[in-house]
Nanobody, 124 residues
Framework: QVQLVESGGGSVQTGGSLKLSCAASGRTFSIYAMGWFRQAPGKERDFVAT????????YYADSVKGRFTISRGNAKNTVYLQMNSLKPEETAVYYC?????????????????WGQGTQVTVTA
């Protein structure tokens, strides 16, 4: 099992930026990809971005392309989500997730382990 801990959430004004972090521990050798998802109140948990554990490939939801960047840290066991030009409708709990299956990308069901989430609030 992989343990994931997110941090970096908070409150920001429209157009502002936040950088989320996700620290992975445990059986990290089993990870194929790491993803970020978000869930607004009363809505489903939606895909935001993913990166292969090797760091070679990234993929983004259309709604965040050009504004969000997913990356791996030098320590290798940390994944980041840099979020720029934030919008009020992006207020949500942001979750980090780890997938073991090769080829995992945007589907929630492909991810095996999840963090507890971090709240991001974008005010108008």
């Amino acid at each position: 099992q992989v343990q994931l801990v997110e941090s970096g959430g908070g409150s920001v004004q429209t157009g502002g930026s936040l950088k989320l972090s996700c620290a992975a521990s445990g059986r990290t050798f089993s990870i194929y990809a790491m993803g970020w998802f978000r869930q607004a109140p009363g809505k489903e948990r939606d895909f935001v971005a993913t990166i292969t554990w090797s760091g070679g490939s990234t993929y983004y939801a259309d709604s965040v392309k050009g504004r969000f960047t997913i990356s791996r840290g030098n320590a290798k066991n940390t994944v980041y989500l840099q979020m720029n030009s934030l919008k009020p409708e992006e207020t949500a709990v942001y979750y980090c997730a780890a997938a073991k299956a090769c080829g995992a990308t945007i589907s929630r069901g492909e991810y095996d382990d999840w963090g507890q989430g971090t709240q991001v609030t974008v005010t108008a």
